[in-house]
């Protein structure tokens, strides 16, 4: 008989029908009832069994964790929260799993105790519906694009320049580190490399989305970017995935306009599709916040938090406005600002974004128009001749989660800029060639997928959404 999903069963209704699923057991009570899942969805199926009905030996391999293969009667159930139930007629154990040392036991485990069990977590409740979340974003992403005559880039991973300019890759190398081949400077010599240069795992697609852009008009990547940034927070990977899309005669004002849209989609598709694994997730922070004071709980629960993201607009806002009211402002009596803001000119601390986004505009912010100096090369200058065509957008509890530019495409300009940076024209000189052929207004942003996914299921860890977090002195798996 072909095996049905426990999601499939779930919505039939009980007409005794002879049904067969596969999946992992759950809980086993009184000897009596299984509930088995298979990852179809958040919720289990009731299994009924008879144990005096059972072959010898499997009932004690009827255990959390196990591997089941269960035939039986779908029948209405009399349990509360479930309309069926399986009579079950047969069993058999694909795999059992031994209770004293299975790590995943129904009760509670803390994240980071899953964290160390990054290869079994997922067999979890929080964890599966984390991952159902973020494949069904991955998939809204793709869907937006299309629908909007977008095309899929594959951007290189292997890269020979470093698109944001700060210096924070992970270098790609063949040589020996502890006897590497020198030039006549005394210096490693990269010509003896598999590439005959230095390469390094790319930190953007931007650049190369570009070339693609001023041929295919509007164009996207969504893939692995890499960072070599120390920094141990619970918003940065050191491997993430980046979703950029780069568009042909698009200013500023058009890119502010595609990304708010954009996320109000794919905000708006999970909240359509994802119903069961976001209620669970908010209970889930519910029974989490009930720890907390009053005051750092948060004002909204996580639905009607993605339902405000989706009906509001968001607050656009230029870095002078923001500096202004951050000057202006008194964040909080007693706790003043870590990092105060007094120069015209210094970027945002983490603390300033929040109190923008937070306490002051209480929506996502859109801020743009920064100063040239804290930006990277490729923003197209202003004509006050001082700030760039560069937009962040920051979200609650989240900070940034989008940066974007209007690129500069004027062949001058962007030389001088490189020069001024002291980078190598050469490195760029294929970039450079887009701004002598065809060049035309384009723009494009980067939206962090894991923290699209940390806002979209109320997670306060990024190692907690995506499968293997890649972060300072931590590849174990
Ligand atoms: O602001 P960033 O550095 O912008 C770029 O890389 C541009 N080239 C994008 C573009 O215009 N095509 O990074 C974009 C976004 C950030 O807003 C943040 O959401 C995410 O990528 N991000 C990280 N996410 C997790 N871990 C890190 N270490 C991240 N660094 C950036
Ligand atoms: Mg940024």
Known sequence: MKSSNVKELLSMAPKLQEVTVNGW?????????????????????????????????????????????????????????QNVEIQVSNIFVHGDADPETYPIQPKKHSLEFLREKAHLRIRTNT?????????????????????????????????????????????????????????????VNYKEDFFGKETNLTVS????????AMALGKVYTFGPTFRAENSNTSRHLAEF??????????????N????????????????????????????????????????????????????????????????????????????????????????WGADLQSEHERYLVEKHFKCPVILFDYPANIKAFYMRLNEDGKTVRAMDILFP????????????????????????????????????????????????????FERLVLFATGMGNIRDVIPFPRTPQNAEF
């Open 205 to 212: 697609g931007q650049l190369e989305a570009e070339t693609y």
């Open 397 to 448: 509890g989240i900070g940034e989660i989008v940066g974007g530019s209007q690129r500069e495409e004027r062949l001058d300009v962007l030389k001088d800029k490189i020069a001024a940076l002291g980078i190598d024209e050469k490195e760029l000189w294929w970039y450079l060639d887009l701004r002598k052929f065809g060049s035309a207004v384009h723009s494009g942003f980067g939206l962090g």
């Open 241 to 254: 995935w980046m979703i950029e899309p780069e568009m042909a005669f698009y200013d500023l004002d058009a």
């Open 256 to 343: 502010m306009d595609l990304a708010e849209d954009f996320i109000k989609y794919v905000i708006n598709y999970v909240l359509e599709n994802c119903n069961d694994d976001l209620q669970f997730l908010e209970k889930r922070l519910l029974d989490e916040e009930k720890s907390k004071p009053q005051a750092e709980r948060s004002e909204m629960a996580l639905i009607e938090k993605l339902k405000f993201i989706c009906e509001n607009n968001f607050k656009r806002v230029s870095y002078t406005e923001a500096i202004d009211i951050l000057r202006n402002c008194k964040p909080n009596k007693k706790k003043k600002f870590q990092y105060t803001i007094d120069e």
């Open 25 to 81: 057991v759950r809980t086993f009570r009184s000897n009596r009832f299984i509930a088995l899942n298979d990852g179809s969805t958040i919720n289990n199926i009731q299994c009924v069994v008879d144990f005096e009905k059972l072959e010898d030996g499997v009932l004690k391999k009827i255990n959390t964790g196990s591997a089941l293969k269960i035939s039986g009667t779908l029948v209405e159930s009399q349990g509360r929260g």
């Open 127 to 187: 964890f599966s519906a984390v991952m159902r979340v973020r494949s069904a974003l991955a998939f809204a992403i793709h869907q937006y694009f299309r629908q909007n005559d977008f095309h899929y880039f594959h951007a290189p991973i292997i890269t020979g320049s470093d698109a944001e300019g700060a210096g924070e890759m992970f270098k790609v190398t063949t040589l020996d580190s502890k006897n590497p081949p020198l030039n006549e400077e005394g210096e």
